[in-house]
């Protein structure tokens, strides 16, 4: 004779089941499918400047932004100072007309917001300015 509560939890225990084998996929599909390389570089393949600014007051942060950018294909060109170190927020800077470079260094960082302030520069094509937030950035591999 069955119980008021047993239909309720085999219900639980069939849910718990579906919920280990969903994870268990999932560790096998991100362990042996091989991601897509996320695009780092610029126009005709081209491997897109960045210059890194710190505009925050934590020390250090502009340096690690850098590493980790440098380990995802892109070529930082300077590592420095913004004018201000009260800057409240991080933001990508579209230097080049075209600002798809600017949009592929957002979207390795995690999705920051981009602007356009264009100018000819044989520096940089993107400059990313480290803010007050900078401590949300994914720049862990």
Excluded at 5 to 11: D, F, I, L
Excluded at 24 to 43: C, D, E, H, N, Q
Excluded at 92 to 121: F, K
């Amino acid at each position: 004779m069955r119980g008021p509560g047993k239909p309720a939890a085999v219900w639980v225990t069939a849910g718990l089941a579906v919920a280990v084998a969903t994870l268990g996929l999932s560790a096998v599909y991100g362990r042996f499918v091989p991601r897509l390389k996320m695009r780092t570089g610029g126009r005709e393949g081209r491997v897109i400047r960045v210059q890194v600014l710190n505009g925050s007051s934590e020390g250090g942060v502009g340096s690690r932004v850098a590493a980790f950018l440098r380990e995802g294909g892109f070529h930082v060109v300077e590592v420095g100072n913004a004018d201000l170190s009260d800057y409240p927020a991080t933001l990508v800077v579209a230097r080049a007309a075209d600002p798809g470079a600017a949009r592929a260094v957002a979207r390795y960082l995690g999705g920051l917001p981009v602007i356009r302030q264009a100018w000819s520069s044989d520096l940089a094509e993107v400059t990313v300015v480290l803010g007050k937030d900078s401590g949300r950035l994914k720049i862990e591999p």
